[in-house]
């Protein structure tokens, strides 16, 4: 396995092979500063990479959709052969900006992959960025424990944030093809997320009454298999709302429920709050 340090020279990816169905996951990721504190959340994504890669099949890519790539007028894919580390926050300590994660993108792959896909809206291909994105920290914060050798190429697919949420999840719901070619998916997000109202040096188990309301729901509807409902949760009304000030986290959690199978059976992990208005609660699928 590579290092950090010649993980992007490997021989880039050209195309996906037939392969068993690979997992689904939605991580919550939270704070940046998960990423490098020794918690428990960070802890749970280490164990959760180690237990991904003693599999009998590994995965040929990760394709991972984060809260933190926000496109309009169309979905986009990360096309380059070495993507940058993004450091897309502010006022952390500088050992979090110092961070890296040299993964491999894999253009071929992208370029493919924008073409089979298509926008739920109007049926046209996706747009390959080569150059302006790459890898922000709702992907490497996460990925960076899981898979610390950074071996396994990644791309991003951003969100069309003038899109309604239905065509997120019938989005997702073209990824799961994928999953047997060989492909991770991994939403990356919260399934509550207010910033507005965190409350710093709370416990795990504290949360507001309308987070642990609408983390209960959301997480009734996955262990039902209900997962089409997932793409209503506005119908909640005012508990949505203060969930979710702005939805961006929320939407990668209905691309990984799509690409999911509703008879599959759901693992939660990481079952807590950050701040308590940030539920962490994370999904493996398969």
């Given at each position: 396995?590579?290092?950090l340090?010649?993980?992007?020279?490997?021989?880039?990816?050209?195309?996906?092979?037939?392969?068993?169905?690979?997992?689904v996951?939605?991580?919550?990721?939270g704070?940046?500063?998960?990423?490098i504190?020794?918690?428990?959340?960070?802890?749970?994504?280490q164990a959760?990479?180690t237990e991904?890669?003693?599999?009998?099949?590994q995965?040929?890519?990760?394709?991972?959709v984060s809260?933190?790539?926000?496109?309009?007028g169309?979905?986009?894919?990360?096309?380059?052969?070495q993507?940058?580390?993004?450091?897309?926050?502010?006022g952390?300590?500088q050992?979090?900006?110092d961070?890296?994660?040299?993964?491999?993108?894999?253009?071929a792959?992208a370029?493919?992959?924008?073409?089979?896909?298509?926008?739920?809206a109007?049926?046209?291909a996706?747009?390959v960025d080569e150059g302006?994105?790459g890898l922000?920290?709702?992907?490497w914060?996460?990925?960076?424990?899981m898979?610390p050798q950074?071996?396994?190429?990644?791309l991003?697919?951003s969100?069309?944030y003038s899109?309604?949420?239905?065509?997120?999840?019938?989005?997702?719901q073209?990824?799961?093809?994928?999953r047997?070619?060989?492909?991770?998916i991994?939403?990356?997000?919260n399934i509550?997320h207010?910033?507005?109202a965190?409350?710093?040096?709370?416990?795990?188990?504290?949360?507001?009454?309308w987070a642990?309301?609408?983390d209960?729901?959301?997480?009734?509807q996955?262990?039902n298999?209900?997962?089409g409902?997932?793409?209503?949760?506005?119908?909640l009304?005012?508990?949505?709302q203060?969930a979710?000030?702005?939805?961006?986290?929320?939407?990668?959690?209905?691309?990984?429920?799509?690409?999911a199978?509703?008879?599959?059976?759901?693992?939660f992990f990481n079952t807590?709050?950050?701040?308590?208005s940030?539920?962490?609660?994370?999904?493996?699928?398969?």
């Open positions: 396995m590579a290092s340090s010649n993980a992007a020279a490997l021989p880039a990816l050209q195309a996906l092979k037939p392969s068993p169905r690979m997992p996951l939605f991580v919550g990721h704070s940046p500063m998960n990423a504190e020794d918690n428990a959340w960070r802890r749970s994504w959760m990479g991904l890669l003693a599999r009998a099949v995965p040929q890519l990760i394709l991972c809260a933190h790539w926000l496109t309009r169309g979905w986009q894919i990360t096309g380059m052969a993507p940058k580390t993004i450091h897309d926050f502010g952390f300590p050992a979090l900006f961070q890296q994660y040299p993964a491999p993108g894999a253009p792959v370029r493919s992959l924008a073409k089979e896909l298509k926008s739920p109007t049926g046209a996706l747009g302006e994105w922000d920290h709702g992907t914060s996460v990925l960076k424990p898979f950074a071996h396994i190429p990644v991003q697919l969100m069309d899109r309604a949420p239905a065509e997120h999840y019938a989005l997702g073209q990824l799961q093809a994928l047997e070619r060989g492909v991770l991994v939403g990356s997000g509550v207010n910033l507005r965190t409350r710093r040096g709370t416990a795990a188990s504290e949360a507001y009454d642990t309301e609408f209960t729901v959301v997480q009734d996955i262990k298999g209900q997962l409902a997932l793409q209503d949760f506005q119908k009304g005012a508990v949505a203060q979710h000030p702005t939805y961006e986290h929320y939407l990668p959690l209905l691309y990984a429920a799509g690409a199978g509703a008879s599959e059976m759901p693992r807590g709050y950050q701040s308590a940030i539920s962490m609660r994370s999904v493996l699928w398969g």
